[in-house]
């Protein structure tokens, strides 16, 4: 299965990609882990995103489309993978056409700009593997530390609410033209994001099943 989550920043992409990724055996890819790892260990690329991912600009598509290309290649994604955050802009999209890459399903997961503010508020990340948690909807079993990893749980710098505006107003711009794209190409899966983190994975597997 080849598989893209679509959805706005904080609809829930990398929560789902989590579980769906132990569901079904395949990597889960986020765009925005790798690069955060890059901006920690201090890559060029890194040096190079810094600024764009802490002022939730989007990453320039050929430093993505690079990334994306070496990621692909890896041998555990032969079977299949999860696209947590990539594509997001219409030339990202037709660049993954261009390599060849055939995907099975998209999955949109619709939340409000409300409901979006508010989650983004009370996320917290673990610092070394990138999972994600939420203070209210999906708390870590011991305070600030992660269930996966032991990782120290921290706040994204993009998580400030200022940014989180900015951060909506590029994916309306930029990223919800994907939605008419793939619908075009009859990919296209709409999910209702939902209360419950458990809720809202039944209705993308029960998309994927149909
Ligand atoms: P990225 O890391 O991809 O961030 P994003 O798309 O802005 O999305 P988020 O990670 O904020 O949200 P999510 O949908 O994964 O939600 P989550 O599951 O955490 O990208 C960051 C930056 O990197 C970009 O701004 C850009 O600079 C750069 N970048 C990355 N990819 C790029 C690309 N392809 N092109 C260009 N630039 C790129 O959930 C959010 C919170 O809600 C969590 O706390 C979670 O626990 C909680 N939650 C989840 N589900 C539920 C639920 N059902 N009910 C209640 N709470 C829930
Ligand atoms: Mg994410």
Do not use: W
């Amino acid at each position: 299965m080849k598989l893209i989550l679509l959805g706005a920043p904080g609809a829930g992409k990398g929560t789902q990609a989590e579980v769906i990724c132990d569901k079904l055996n395949i990597p889960a890819i986020s765009t925005g882990n790798i690069i955060r790892e890059a901006v920690k260990n201090g890559t060029e690329m890194g040096v190079k995103a810094k600024d764009f991912i802490e002022s939730g600009k989007l990453v320039p598509d050929e430093v993505i489309i690079g990334i994306i290309k070496e990621r692909l290649a890896e041998d555990d994604c032969k079977g299949g993978f999860i696209l947590d955050g990539v594509p997001r802009t219409v030339a990202q999209a037709e660049a993954l056409d261009n390599m060849g890459v055939e995907i099975d399903r998209v999955i949109d997961i619709e939340v409000s700009d409300e409901a979006i503010a508010k989650r983004l508020s009370g996320r917290r990340v673990c610092s070394a593997c990138g999972a994600s948690y939420h203070v209210d909807y999906k708390p870590s079993t011991k305070p600030d530390v992660c269930d996966r990893c032991g990782g120290a749980l921290i706040i994204r710098k993009d998580d400030e609410p200022a940014t989180v505006l900015d951060r909506l107003k590029v994916y309306h711009e930029l990223t919800e033209p994907l939605i008419d794209y793939y619908r075009a190409k009859g990919k296209l899966y709409v999910v209702q994001g939902q209360e419950e983190v458990k809720d809202t994975t039944a209705l993308i597997l029960a998309a994927l099943e149909g």
